[in-house]
């Protein structure tokens, strides 16, 4: 989806569309939730640009992007000799977007402990650098984006209950690319005559028939931004610019020559499994004289091979097992292998 252009014409997605410009004037909070690739950072620019902040800076930081050691830092600032590494003082988010708009992609993978500083900065208007006691007023129009369900990251005790209460002003829900019945040929045609012209074809010459009943026909798992990737891969790779484009290629992974995917190896000192006890394959030992003992070892085994296998990144061990980072942290700690972990 092209950054300067909201294409769409289902009632579904211009639904959503009116929401963001009705809530566009007024100066609250607003969170985008949708799938990867619906364009909620179309939607963030549509309701900074249709502000009273129009004409003031419009700051996005993808909190997914930076390692939870550098997320404070970068959102709220430091001074010279904060940490190691900070040679000179610099300005947060919070401060290059006074005035204006600040916008938090993947707001739900903040720590704990940046919610809270998040919450206080919403609360009282106030940021303070790492590494500095005096408070700077700051005035900023927070909009956040998610793709994950964050009353249900409350519920688990991922995110704070109070900060989704202050940024939950207006929620705008972006409908998946399967349920805008109608707009696949609309968007198929605005990035194929987009990538003609890049490729200086004389005309655009459109899709045949075979290829736009294939592309109705998909899923789009990746909504918007796979189907601007098939239409273009699909334009470039046609050799007759005067024929309608005929040919599609909706996976680049597919080749008889791709590589296998690599098995999971099996641990080889499992224990023996009984004849008398079996769930869902799942071996036990023979004898257990400590049943606590034993859960938490195996407990313990379970954490460290995840972190291994995601080369201790805590946060890619946490969504692994199905844990929010906090609950994982709590498990590093309880067994001893924080420092270990990164």
């Known amino acids: 989806m092209d950054r300067q252009n909201i294409i769409g014409q289902s009632g579904v997605f211009l639904d959503a569309i009116e929401l963001a410009g009705r809530a566009a004037a007024l100066d609250r909070p607003v969170l985008v939730i949708g799938e990867r690739g619906t364009g909620k950072e179309l939607i963030a620019q549509r309701l900074h640009h249709l502000s009273s902040r129009w004409d003031k800076p419009l700051v996005t930081m993808n909190c997914a992007a930076l390692p939870e050691t ?13 940490f190691t590494g900070a040679t000179r003082a610099r300005a947060g988010r919070f401060e290059e977007a006074d005035g204006g ?9 903040l720590s704990m402990a940046a919610q809270e500083r998040l919450l206080r ?41 109070d900060l989704l209460d202050r940024l939950s002003f207006e929620v705008i829900t972006l409908p998946p ?16 005559r987009r ?22 026909a998909y899923s789009w798992p990746g ?10 891969r699909a334009v470039y790779r046609w050799a007759d610019e005067a024929e309608p484009v005929g040919a599609l290629s909706l996976d680049p992974f597919v080749s008889p020559w791709a590589p296998k995917p690599q098995s999971v190896a099996k641990p080889t000192d499992a224990p023996p499994q009984t004849t008398e006890a079996k769930s869902d ?62």
């Not at 404070?72 to 904060?82: D, I, K, R, S, Y």
């Not at 349920?179 to 045609?189: E, H, I, N, S, Y």
């Not at 990538?195 to 109705?216: D, Q, T």
């Open 70 to 82: 550098l997320i404070e830092a970068e959102l709220f600032g430091h001074e010279a000799g904060a």
């Open 101 to 109: 708009t600040l916008f938090l992609d993947e707001l739900g993978t």
């Open 121 to 161: 900065v919403i609360e009282y208007g106030e940021v303070t650098r790492i590494g500095s006691s005096r408070p700077i007023t700051v005035d900023v129009r927070i909009v956040a984006a998610t793709n994950e369900s964050l009353p249900s990251a409350v519920d688990r005790g991922g995110f704070r209950a």
């Open 177 to 192: 690319m399967r349920a805008r019945t109608g707009d696949v040929p609309v968007l198929a045609d605005y990035f194929g």
């Open 195 to 216: 990538m003609a012209s890049e490729l200086e074809w004389e005309e655009w010459p459109g899709f045949s028939k075979a290829v736009m009943a294939e592309l109705e």
């Open 223 to 232: 909504n918007v931004r796979e189907l601007r990737n098939v239409v273009e």
């Open 281 to 342: 394959n799942v071996p036990l030992p023979e004898k257990v004289d400590d049943l606590r003992g034993a859960v938490a070892a195996y407990e313990r085994t379970l954490v460290e091979c995840a972190m291994v296998q995601h080369k201790h990144n805590q946060r890619a061990a946490a969504k692994a097992l199905k844990l929010s980072y906090d609950q994982l942290r709590h498990c590093l700690r309880k067994h001893g292998l924080l420092g270990t972990a990164t």
